[in-house]
């Protein structure tokens, strides 16, 4: 059975969500694919997070999973294992995946809320040990070392070409299997331990449906280098965002806190140093003393950047779907990972720093003027500058994405181990229960200056402990 000419995706889904929660329906049955399968699938995933059940949805090969992939809800795609045939891309896929979820974890922003994320967090808490042991392969990067058994479990959806799903065999509530005459015929079958298993379609599932031919060697390393690099774009735009959250924060850190405690530091200097000139004899005061100016130059020299980034109002970033749509879709097609030569990586590399400027500034019509000049100038391009890339050079721009992987999960967890963040993470929780850490945090140091300044003209000798907002 091919796509159904003219359904609509909304319908689809609604059938086969009739079939899949229906009490009395048969564990095996075949229904149509929409116009639009990708988008469909997406919508099954979000419907079946939503409801608490898991979901498997086995393709017959790689190229239908970019489309797929790309049309998972952003807030959700943490939640979904997408992960291609070849066996060197797996592991690419799956660490950046991994690299994903701990960092919206770590992030934890408004769209990780909400009962998918609640019965998310809950699986990952009782699978604490696979979770643990899965972060750390992720980290050692090794290409040859196998990922943790029973990895599929830390995760609700898979998206995954049959070779893959047989592999992995992880239980799932619903199953769908996609164009179930390309696959073998021992999957034509209800899956084992599933509630349902949906026969979706027939032919090939592809933007505009239809079947495809065979896939060779080529094409089959385009789709899956498409589907790393989408991968990769999700976690460009997750660094993207965690830096531009984290610049916003310490801009409004810098004002608030970072200013006035350098102000601080230095009124508990001059403190310290009347008290050791008022006891040449105490050692102790001295010393006490040389430690409150060493912490005031300090103070100081970080006071003079808390300054200039203090300057203004700096509102808290927060980006709109439709921006962070638009950022992903223009990484992924100008990120200097694909660049073909060395003149390609450079314009390349030119337009992502652009862009992720315009991302971080909330700039929309910037990233769309971006994305104009890399349309413009790809029509530009002569084939002759551009030919078609031979697998190996497939095989480079995979190396370079896989590298790029690994530097952009490293950087997450220097982001997310520092102090600042720490103390980010504190005002986002406060914030939810309706409290502004950093204001209370700048009262406090309000009051501690005016008692500082009140002992140095003699009015007031006790001087609160300075540590309460360190």
Same mark, same amino acid.
């Given at each position: 059975?091919?796509?159904d000419?003219?359904?609509?995706?909304?319908?689809?889904?609604?059938?086969?969500?009739?079939?899949?929660?229906?009490?009395?329906?048969?564990?095996?049955?075949? $229904?149509? &694919? =929409?116009? /639009?399968?990708? *988008?469909?699938?997406? @919508? %099954?995933? +979000?419907?079946?997070?939503?409801?608490g059940r898991?979901?498997?949805?086995?393709?017959?090969?790689?190229?239908?999973?970019?489309?797929?992939?790309?049309?998972?809800?952003?807030?959700?795609?943490?939640?979904? $294992?997408? &992960? =291609?045939? /070849?066996?060197? *891309?797996?592991?690419? @896929? %799956?660490? +950046?995946?991994?690299?994903?979820?701990?960092?919206?974890?770590?992030?934890?922003?408004?769209?990780?809320e909400?009962?998918?994320?609640?019965?998310?967090?809950?699986?990952?808490?009782?699978?604490?040990?696979?979770?643990?042991?899965?972060? /750390?392969?992720? *980290?050692?990067?090794?290409?040859?070392?196998a990922w943790?058994?029973?990895?599929?479990?830390l995760?609700?959806?898979?998206?995954?070409?049959?070779?893959?799903?047989?592999a992995?065999?992880?239980?799932?509530?619903?199953?769908?299997?996609?164009?179930?005459?390309?696959?073998?015929?021992?999957?034509? *079958?209800?899956?084992?331990?599933?509630?349902?298993?949906?026969?979706?379609?027939?032919?090939?599932?592809?933007?505009?449906?239809?079947?495809?031919?065979?896939?060779?060697?080529?094409?089959?390393?385009?789709a899956?280098?498409?589907?790393?690099?989408?991968?990769?774009?999700e976690?460009?735009?997750?660094l993207?965002t965690?830096?531009a959250?984290?610049?916003?924060?310490?801009h409004?850190?810098?004002?608030?806190?970072?200013?006035?405690?350098?102000?601080?530091?230095?009124?508990?200097?001059?403190?310290?140093?009347?008290?050791?000139e008022?006891?040449?004899?105490?050692a102790?005061?001295?010393?006490?003393a040389?430690?409150?100016?060493?912490?005031?130059?300090?103070?100081?020299?970080?006071?003079?950047?808390?300054?200039?980034?203090?300057?203004g109002?700096?509102?808290?970033?927060a980006?709109?779907?439709?921006?962070?749509?638009?950022?992903?879709q223009?990484?992924?097609?100008?990120?200097?990972?694909?660049?073909?030569?060395?003149?390609?990586?450079?314009?390349?590399?030119?337009?992502?720093?652009?862009?992720?400027?315009?991302?971080?500034?909330?700039?929309?019509?910037?990233?769309?003027?971006?994305?104009?000049?890399?349309?413009?100038g790809?029509g530009?391009?002569?084939?002759?500058?551009?030919?078609?890339?031979?697998?190996?050079?497939?095989?480079?721009?995979?190396?370079?994405?896989?590298?790029?992987?690994?530097?952009i999960?490293?950087?997450l967890?220097?982001?997310?181990g520092?102090?600042?963040?720490?103390?980010?993470a504190?005002?986002?929780?406060?914030?939810?229960?309706?409290?502004?850490?950093?204001?209370?945090?700048?009262?406090?140091?309000?009051?501690?200056?005016?008692?500082?300044k009140?002992?140095?003209?003699?009015?007031?000798?006790?001087?609160?402990?300075?540590?309460?907002?360190?």
């Open positions: 059975m091919m796509n000419e003219g359904m609509d995706a909304a319908v689809a889904v609604q059938a086969w969500l009739a079939r899949l929660d229906a009490p009395a329906a048969p564990a095996l049955c075949q $229904l149509g &694919l =929409p116009d /639009a399968p990708a *988008a469909a699938l997406a @919508a %099954l995933a +979000a419907e079946a997070l939503a409801r898991s979901l498997l949805v086995v393709v017959p090969d790689d190229e239908a999973l970019p489309d797929i992939s790309n049309a998972l809800d952003l807030g959700l795609r943490p939640l979904c $294992l997408v &992960l =291609p045939a /070849a066996d060197y *891309a797996i592991p690419i @896929a %799956l660490r +950046a995946t991994l690299s994903l979820l701990k960092s919206r974890l770590a992030r934890n922003p408004d769209d990780a909400g009962p998918a994320w609640a019965a998310q967090r809950a699986r990952l808490e009782d699978a604490s040990t696979l979770w643990q042991a899965a972060l /750390a392969w992720s *980290a050692r990067g090794l290409d040859r070392e943790p058994a029973e990895i599929g479990r995760f609700p959806v898979h998206i995954l070409p049959f070779p893959v799903a047989q992995l065999a992880t239980p799932a509530d619903w199953v769908a299997l996609v164009q179930p005459a390309r696959l073998p015929e021992d999957l034509r *079958a209800a899956w084992p331990g599933a509630l349902r298993t949906l026969l979706l379609g027939g032919g090939a599932i592809s933007a505009g449906g239809g079947a495809l031919a065979a896939v060779d060697v080529t094409a089959r390393l385009r899956e280098l498409e589907l790393l690099t989408q991968e990769l774009s976690l460009e735009l997750e993207a965690a830096q959250e984290i610049a916003a924060f310490t409004r850190y810098a004002a608030l806190v970072g200013v006035p405690m350098a102000e601080l530091d230095r009124l508990q200097a001059e403190v310290a140093m009347r008290r050791a008022s006891a040449p004899g105490n102790q005061a001295r010393q006490q040389e430690q409150a100016q060493a912490q005031a130059e300090q103070s100081q020299r970080e006071s003079r950047r808390f300054a200039d980034l203090g300057r109002e700096a509102p808290a970033f980006p709109s779907r439709d921006l962070k749509k638009l950022y992903r223009l990484a992924q097609k100008i990120h200097p990972d694909r660049a073909k030569d060395e003149a390609d990586r450079s314009w390349r590399t030119q337009l992502m720093t652009e862009a992720n400027q315009a991302y971080r500034s909330g700039d929309e019509s910037a990233l769309r003027e971006i994305f104009t000049l890399w349309q413009e790809e530009r391009a002569p084939a002759a500058r551009h030919p078609a890339v031979a697998p190996a050079g497939l095989m480079a721009q995979v190396t370079s994405v896989r590298r790029r992987v690994a530097e999960g490293t950087e967890n220097r982001i997310y520092s102090r600042l963040y720490e103390l980010f504190a005002a986002n929780m406060a914030r939810r229960r309706g409290r502004d850490l950093l204001q209370e945090m700048a009262d406090r140091l309000e009051l501690q200056i005016a008692a500082a009140a002992e140095l003209d003699g009015t007031d000798p006790a001087i609160p402990a300075v540590n309460a907002c360190r």
